[in-house]
């Protein structure tokens, strides 16, 4: 079997568990040749890194802060990734094509679905910044009605009101101070980083629906906990993580299906050993 060679890009990128689940997708397929590795890669650094790829390699998976700076390196770009100018995924081809999607929009999808949501008749975001315009779209597939998204300044209430009409989903901005209210929605998505939601895990109500929490690091959040304890459904971001990359895994290799189980798996042991 020709080696060939797939890595995740991002700074900072040492966090990453990119590397544990495709090599663990990889074990599970016999694909012994393949390598996926790390690199600490920044917006100016990217075009250098690229021009370094040779004919072994095969994908990209990219975090922050590449996911728009690699634009303008492909050669085609996903509807998908284009609806949010976000792409996280890069399939290397042996004729020196490159192109981008994003898998983190279908993933989001994935996770709810598996968890038994296939529709919302209204859902609330809490947070504005770049996972939560990935989740606006994953929401315009599934929420039949309207998304209040939570927002804690002005420049990003303007950001989130200029994605909802792009991605023709019906939006209400509401005030950071009133995410109380968000709790009460059939789903809630939070895209905050760590410790932003913790004052709201106290407001939970008493028969919460269903929490999406884009965070696996730390995990539980205080948030997810309280909801969980509450006896509401708990979407993790290992369960986004883990479907992406499966996503991902499909493209860059060719093989379908995606060991989700095992994938999963792996991704769950190196969280239990940091």
Known sequence: MTPR????????????????????????????????????????TLPRFFETLGPDWAGLSLTMPLKRAV?????????????????????LH????????????PGIVAALREHGIDT??????LGAGATASSALAA??????GEVTVHVRSEARAAEMRQWAERLGVPVRIADWEDAEQALHAPLVVSTTPAGVTDAL?????????ALFDVLYDPWPTALAARWSACGGAVI??????????????????G????????????????????
């Not at 495709?22 to 390598?35: F, I, K, M, P, V």
């Not at 492909?74 to 609806?83: C, E, G, H, Q």
């Not at 919302?120 to 975001?125: D, G």
């Not at 993790?236 to 290799?253: K, R």
């Open 5 to 44: 060679r797939a890595a995740v890009l991002g700074s900072p990128i040492t966090h990453s568990l990119s590397p544990v689940l495709h090599r663990a997708a990889y074990a599970e397929l016999g694909l012994d040749g393949w390598t996926y590795e790390r690199f600490e890669v920044d917006e100016e």
């Open 236 to 253: 993790s971001g290992l369960d986004l993580l883990v479907h992406q990359a499966v996503l991902q895994v499909e493209q860059m290799t």
């Open 255 to 274: 093989r379908s299906p995606a060991p989700l189980d095992a994938m999963r798996k792996a991704g769950e042991r190196a969280l239990a050993a940091r």
């Open 139 to 144: 929401l315009a597939r599934i929420c039949t």
């Open 71 to 91: 634009v303008p390196l492909l050669d085609r770009v996903s509807a998908t990734a284009a609806s949010v100018d976000a792409v996280n995924t890069v399939v």
């Open 94 to 105: 042996e004729d020196g094509r490159r192109t981008g999607d994003n898998t983190d929009i």
């Open 201 to 209: 895990a106290r407001s939970v109500p008493e028969r919460p629906a």
């Open 120 to 125: 919302v008749e209204t859902a609330a975001v």
